[in-house]
């Protein structure tokens, strides 16, 4: 039901030349063999029932595809880029644009196989393609956590959504040591849905505030700044004056310094 009501209203938003662009686009990549998913405002959309008026569609690839995808999609005569190597790609036609997406700004969450496995295939502008699975978008927007972007009602609406339906245990190992990320949205999700707190699995929340038990006992890390995971500009200061390391330079994140610098240069930019 969710998902007809909003392919209903999403016609009107995505029509005409802006459409057959995006139709055209992924009959590129079915044609191509290069596996993808729809994400962003469509599959959010999908899940909870929140529409957002937006003429951009997200495709999810892996990094090793991403290459392929760019050159079909010059051979087709589209404008096509890799605007930052460390995670975004974008195919433009007129005022529309594609982003390919293969990982998050902040250098985590790469698409790999198993993004694929979760993936639930759905109706796309009269085709069919797969969406990215909730338990996917869900790990993505808990890190960004900018001045002018916070996507922590997005995450409060898609366990609002989907509680019953996630795979928590996947979940747990999508954050693996990140883990207070994801134990903060659970605690703000409980305090902006009281009635609803008990939809998630009381075993989850046990595990995590164990697990933070625990951490008193151990002994302090490394003096490390996580907040660039969660903001490119807010914890600058940190890293530049403060003598913090970055995160995003430790194993695990796939940012060099010259991402991180290029990254920085485009906060003032519009995307």
Known sequence: MLRLLFVK???????????????????????????????????????????????????FLRPADVPRALDH?????????LTFPHWLAKVKCGGDCLDLIFRAGNGLCEVDDSWFDRACEDGVLGTRALLCAPEEMLWMKAYIMERERFDGADVAHIIQSCAERLDWDALLRRFGSDWRVLL???VLFGFIYPAERNRIPMPVMSDLLARMRQEQSEPAPDRICRGTLLSR?????????????????????????HDIAEWTAAIDSPE
């Open 9 to 59: 209203n999403e016609a009107a938003s995505l029509t005409g030349p802006t459409a057959e662009f995006y139709r055209e686009c992924i009959r590129t990549l079915q044609e191509a063999k290069l596996p993808f998913m729809v994400g962003g405002a469509y599959a959010f959309a999908v899940y909870t029932g929140i529409e957002r008026h937006t003429k951009d569609l997200d495709f």
């Open 233 to 257: 500009a807010q914890y600058l200061v940190d890293v530049e004056e403060r003598e913090y390391a970055d995160a995003r330079l430790a194993p695990g994140s796939h940012m060099s310094p």
């Open 73 to 81: 999609f010059c051979g087709s005569g589209y404008e096509a880029e």
């Open 184 to 186: 903060s949205h659970l």
